[in-house]
């Protein structure tokens, strides 16, 4: 069972706490009159797990997150042997509405940083911001993976790494819309039903099925440390 800690966004990795962060909204496909204010997602829990799914290598540790003023970092490197990385998820749960992420995304050999969101209990559906399979760094994916776990996905080309870009998308009753830098990417049309609700979830994994393993060029970088940072994440409400 994995271990959760509260982040505050003054003192890195401080257990029990809430954090506050200046967020930027990224407006989805219009739908009248049936839109929320912005609000700031401002309350994280911190994992602290060895993390096994899709053969992961990384251990999740609080000491691998905290803030720089209001940007929220995670650090990932090898030490002894063992990968440590970051993993923050929101404390609470959020419906119909747009989900944005302004964020810069590492690259490295091995490497998953990604934003996104999804159920947890159970795991789907899931709705990926953008990911970039770090060795790949001219690629980022956006996905949707439905209760069936049927992907519809997107590969946008671009620099997308080691610099700052908004991941956004805006799930409806029937449809969830994808933007990149508030241009649309495309649409999945799904229902899920009702009852449903998403953690926001930023994270890098090591290794695994999709990105493979590390290796020395990996952590070929002044500390030898690769970092993904966030600077704004928002959600707005859409009330069908």
């Known amino acids: ?8 966004a003054r003192i890195a990795c401080q257990l029990a706490s809430v954090i506050s962060l200046p967020l930027l909204f ?3 496909q219009a739908h009248a009159s049936s839109w929320g204010a912005p609000q700031v997602v401002n309350s994280w829990n911190i994992i602290n797990a060895r993390w096994y799914p899709n053969n992961e290598l990384e251990t999740f540790t609080p000491s691998c997150v905290w803030y720089e003023g209001s940007t929220l970092v ?3 490197y090898q030490s002894g042997g063992v990968y440590y990385s970051g ?23 091995g490497l998953l940083p990604a934003v996104w969101a999804a159920t947890l209990n159970p795991w789907l559906p899931e709705m990926d911001a953008g990911e970039v399979v770090g060795q790949n760094p001219g690629t980022v994916y956006q996905t949707f993976h439905n209760l069936s776990n049927v992907q519809t996905q997107w590969a946008k080309s671009g620099s997308w790494c080691n610099s700052w870009h908004t991941y956004s998308f805006s799930w409806f009753p029937d449809h969830i819309d994808y933007w990149l830098d508030n241009n649309y990417t495309g649409t999945a049309w799904y229902s899920l039903g009702s009852g449903y609700k998403l953690h926001f979830i930023v994270d ?19 500390d030898g440390a690769r970092y993904l940072k966030v600077s704004a994440i928002t959600y707005t409400p859409y009330y069908p």
Do not use: H
């Not at 069972?1 to 505050?8: A, D, E, G, I, S």
């Not at 090591?206 to 990105?211: L, N, Q, R, S």
């Open 1 to 8: 069972m994995k271990n959760t800690y509260r982040l505050n």
């Open 74 to 76: 995670i650090k990932t």
């Open 26 to 28: 990224c407006t989805g």
């Open 87 to 109: 993993r923050v998820e929101s404390a609470a749960t959020y419906g119909y509405g747009t989900y944005s992420f302004t964020a810069n995304l590492p690259s490295g050999q």
């Open 204 to 222: 890098t994994a090591v290794g695994g099925d999709w990105p493979g393993n590390p290796n020395s060029s990996t952590w070929a970088t002044a």
